[in-house]
Structure formats: structure tokens, C-alpha cells
């Protein structure tokens, strides 16, 4: 992997000018129209700073590695840890709690005094 997962990358793939707003889009996960309709609404809003705010991070931001996700849950797993990696870690420790209870499940039942699992065991042998 040649790139962090949780930083801002210019999104070239989808870019219509420069790759700033998917980039922003990829990061936050939101969607790429909704970040451009935005963004003209800032510039028409504001004096036109969003515009030159825009140059500088297509001009200081990287470009986004490609293959940087193997696929769209890899994608929506990273924006959800770059929003909130407190929520993105309880997730991840409910997942492996009820792994490694389902795994106690299947050894108190392998484990214990089973005759007809026994007999199908002995049967293999």
C-alpha cells in the first residue's frame, strides 16, 4: 500500500476539473453532486475565496493511489474511521466479541461430553 487510508487525495477517476470536490466526496463519504453544488454555492456566496482555496489543495493535495480500496465495504469502512474512528473501533470490537463467542460456542460443543458427536468422529477415523 503506497498511501494512508485516512488522508485527503485528489480523486482523479472522478474529476471534473481537478479532482477536489471527489476527493472531498471520497473522504467524507458524501455525495460528489451534493460537494460541487456546495461548492459553487460557496463561491457564489463569499467573495471567492472558495476558489482559491480550491487551486491550493488541487495544487498541494496528492493524488489518490490507485487501488487504494480493494472494494466499496473497504471504501465505506475508511470514511467511517476518518468520521468517527471511536465508533469505526466499537464496531470492530462487536464484531470480533461476537467472533470469538461464536468460537467459545463451538468448542464448549466439541469439547464437551457428546456421544453422537463422538461416535460421528470415530467414524471418520
Known amino acids: 500500500m503506497s498511501g494512508s487510508r485516512t488522508k485527503f ?4 477517476q472522478n474529476a471534473k476539473w481537478s479532482g477536489v470536490c471527489a476527493g ?9 453532486t451534493l460537494i460541487r453544488v456546495g461548492a459553487v454555492l460557496l463561491t457564489l456566496m463569499t467573495t471567492g475565496w472558495i476558489i482559491v482555496a ?3 489543495a488541487a495544487w498541494l493535495a496528492p493524488k489518490k493511489p490507485i487501488g487504494l480500496y480493494d472494494t466499496i465495504e ?7 474511521v476518518r468520521q468517527s474512528p471511536a465508533r469505526s473501533t466499537r464496531d470492530v470490537r462487536a464484531k470480533f466479541r461476537d467472533v470469538d463467542r461464536r468460537l467459545a460456542d463451538v468448542e ?5 461430553r457428546n456421544s453422537s458427536l463422538a461416535n460421528e468422529i470415530d467414524s471418520l477415523r
Open 9 to 12: 487525495y485528489l480523486d482523479k
Open 74 to 80: 473497504d471504501q465505506k469502512f475508511w470514511q467511517g
Open 54 to 56: 480550491y487551486f491550493i
Open 108 to 112: 464448549t460443543y466439541y469439547t464437551s
Open 24 to 32: 472531498i466526496a471520497d473522504y467524507t463519504g458524501f455525495d460528489v
